[in-house]
């Protein structure tokens, strides 16, 4: 019997027809396995891996494939969105065997959860030195019935290794100067000069190690860290992997060029991105950059937000093609042949110059991605226009990638920070609204009454797992964010609630954290990564909540743990700065103070307005007037108007300089390395 039809979990529901006997992840699963003497079968994956549809396709959905599975196997089916623990656990056993990892995965297990078996996707047919899908179950089941003894070594082999990678602070003390110098060389060297970002393929858009260079150049004035952040965006900008049509990125460019995407596009790169495009502009003024940022902007809104408010998680790489065939990209790539067929021959020609599109194609059986190679001289900027309505209006006619409606809270707090700033810079309050919601979602669903964060929701519905360090962390930080905004402090009480649970739940000895709560499922290890991968750890996610709540409310309980969590920042940074770029971000908001801006004045009006476009790394903005003003800030308390007009304050290290009237002498105060002066 397949168990999967009710989940919440549009991944768990995709595979609710398949012909296996699946279940979902719990206790009940592995009681069922020891009382049929059975190994687990578990299959991790997500809705928007093209390999995860492919295997389902081969093995999940053939008949004698699923009667192996059933007679031989309990099947267990992972959404690694919803049970990030989970993936991590046992995707830290698939490295650490295979030297490799990703989705699908497979892992084989005892009835006591412990991994003796590894793998990822295995194809219906061997291959390409792979055995097959069927080879493997038969090996395992072989293994279970002769080698028992074998296994059970194994297995324990394989818990105990993984017990001792337990990690320790990972140094004393935060990073200073040193380390952040030695991580920004580190990322010199990985530098694609040619083509903008780190490594070579695939590459992946490297939103927080950007942020890092944005701040680093803010406090320091370093205009090679400012050229490698706007490079970067401008040749992601250009590339394939942004949707030239629609807006929006896909998940990472199969090329170093950014010339052909892996086409799921998730929210929350999409969150990260638009919030670091908005940043750029805000160094820069690029107009390249502000158009980015909102076009991603509205993206998020038009095609990912939920009808509760939230955000749903990805859209789908597979999509139908003309032949009914359903294929990766098929919703996003060219031909000429469509482009005359839209545009008539003149437009078509146009379009195909200025968007790349080749009779070979760059993509697949002679289609292209569209991108902007930028090597067809000025153009007319009223027919690019008309051209791009046409190609949009002719795409929507096509059969459009699924979506994932499942919201996930950590991607929903990012993208209530991201849309709740670019609303604020650009003038946009529909968006800072649509943030609002987000959050309003958050606090009424995901909280609701149990006032524990829940991981996920579908269709106003909260899931049943528990909400994951990086949740708390990310969720803090859209809501401090939108506090800096809108003014409205509840939603600085709500970031502290969750701040406080980070301190009690998921705190360790000597400022360590980890990613599950305290009171948590007992898996076969508690998993504690402090490295970004597509989004901030919650280590580091939780390290800048910490840290700006800390600066908004003078809680040395708050910043103590900060410094206590960048103490890991300061032993990794300089070795590993691609995979700690959100930790390196938060050690310039430290190394700065981070700065503590507070507005006697209006909300909106232009000195609220210039101190949330203050490039001061992390600074953290309160603005309000009235005698209530310090009931909703601390940072408003005793911070009166100077001879009847709005003002500012800024602050750093308890130590303030003189308040000013003035915007320009604001947005100077906060343009560059602090110099805070003692007011008179």
Known sequence: MNRLADATSPYLQQHADNPVDWWSWGPEAFEEAKRRDVPVLLSVGYSAC??????AHESFEDD?????????FVSVKVDREERPDVDAVYMEAVQAATGHGGWPMTVFLTADGEPFYFGTYFPPEARHGSPSFRQVLEGVAAAWKDRRDEVAEVAGRIVADLAGRSLVHGGDGVPGESEVAQALLGLTREYDEQHGGFGGAPKFPP??????LLRHYARTGSEGALQMAADTCGAMARGGI??????????YSVDREWIVPHFEKMLYDNALLCRVYAHLWRATGSDEARRIALETADFMVRELRTAEGGFASAL???????????????????TPAQLREVLGEDDAAFA??????TEDGTFEEGASVLRLPGDVGPVDAGRVADVRARLLAAREQRPRPGRDDKVVAAWNGLAVAALAETGAYFDRPDLVERATEAADLLVRVHLGEVARLTRTS????????????????????????????????????????LLDIVLEQFTGEGGQLYDTAHDAEQLIRRPQDPTDSATPSGWTAAAGALLSYAAYTGSEPHRTAAEGALGVVKALGPRVPRFVGWGLAVAEALLDGPREVAVAGPVGGELHRTALLGRAPGAVVAAGEGPGAGAEFPLLVDRPLVGGAPTAYVCRHFVCSAPTTDAGELAAALAGPARAEPAP
Not at 50 to 55: D, N, Q, T
């Open 64 to 72: 004698a494939t699923a009667a192996y599975m059933n007679e031989h």
């Open 458 to 497: 579908k269709d106003g519905r909260a899931g049943d797992n528990a909400g994951v360090l990086e949740d708390y962390g990310d969720v803090a930080e859209g809501f401090l964010a939108l506090a800096a905004v809108t003014g409205e402090g509840a939603w600085l009480e709500f970031a502290g609630f």
């Open 207 to 212: 939103s927080m190690a950007v942020e890092f």
């Open 316 to 334: 789908d790489a597979d999509s139908e093609d003309a032949d009914g065939r359903h294929v990766e990209g098929a919703y996003y790539v060219w």
């Open 242 to 251: 942004y949707d030239q049509l629609g807006g929006g990125f896909a998940r």
């Open 352 to 357: 195909a110059a200025y968007y790349g599109v």
């Open 50 to 55: 093209h390999w995860c549809h492919v295997m």
